[in-house]
């Protein structure tokens, strides 16, 4: 699986869209970037996934380059529930998820 | 809308003892993972079952960690002979899904304390 490098922490205003960007230049063309994020004591849950499209849910949108080696999580409105550990990860047909360290989000009022 | 539960939420045990924890993933679905956490880090992958078939296994999973999932339905997993450095949040979680990767739904995890 692709190596993803992600920046340690971001801090976002209440209100403002936050945009979490994720480099993978080494994925390859089989693997799926998905999103996950992690609140304080609790499991990892899912946010959204993309081969090569963009995708938008009801939680984020996911930006793809059109050469696949970076994408950015947009959360268009942020709230103070959003702080939380961001994991961006490339998912082979192995389907096991091999997590980074990940970007600490920061909500601020 | 039941989600995956795990079982115990906590447990301290005293090294050298015996654990063993319980998933119970979403019911139709048929992939299961374990992964550790420890703190300040993310979740490591441990193994993975489709159905009962236990598929992959980290190379970092000591051969005192084995884990089950009999019926294809709950799963369990068991540590012998524990260490301090077992001390860690353990995860399950489920998905479905025949080829390809799937959204992963966690569980809220079991946190193992060895003293």
């Known amino acids: 699986d692709a190596k993803t490098t992600q920046p340690t922490s971001m801090d976002c205003a209440e209100g403002r869209a936050a945009n979490l960007p994720c480099n993978h230049s080494t994925i390859s063309g089989n693997e799926y970037v998905y999103w996950y994020r992690q609140i304080h004591s609790q499991g990892p849950q899912y946010i959204i996934h993309g081969l090569k499209n963009n995708e938008t849910n009801e939680m984020a949108s996911l930006i793809i380059t059109e050469d696949r080696k970076s994408s950015t999580l947009i959360l268009p409105h942020a709230t103070l529930r959003d702080t939380a550990v961001y994991y961006c990860?490339?998912?082979?047909?192995?389907?096991?998820?091999?997590f980074g360290a990940g970007t600490i989000l920061r909500v601020k009022s | 809308d039941t989600g995956v539960s795990q079982d115990p939420r906590h447990k301290i045990t005293k090294r050298g003892q015996n654990v063993t924890f319980r998933c119970d993933p979403i019911s139709e679905h048929n992939r299961l993972y374990w992964y550790r956490q420890t703190l300040g880090q993310g979740p490591e992958f441990l193994t993975y079952f489709q159905n009962e078939a236990q598929l992959e296994k980290s190379r970092l999973l000591s051969d005192r960690f084995s884990a089950e999932r009999p019926k294809g339905s709950f799963s369990t997993l068991e540590i012998q002979r524990t260490e301090q450095g077992d001390s860690a949040m353990y995860l399950c979680?489920?998905?479905?899904?025949?080829?390809?990767?799937?959204?992963?739904?966690f569980g809220p995890g079991t946190r193992l304390t060895v003293l």
């Open positions: 979680a489920s998905s479905f899904g025949r080829f390809g990767p799937n959204e992963q739904f």
């Open positions: 990860i490339a998912v082979g047909y192995g389907n096991k998820l091999v």
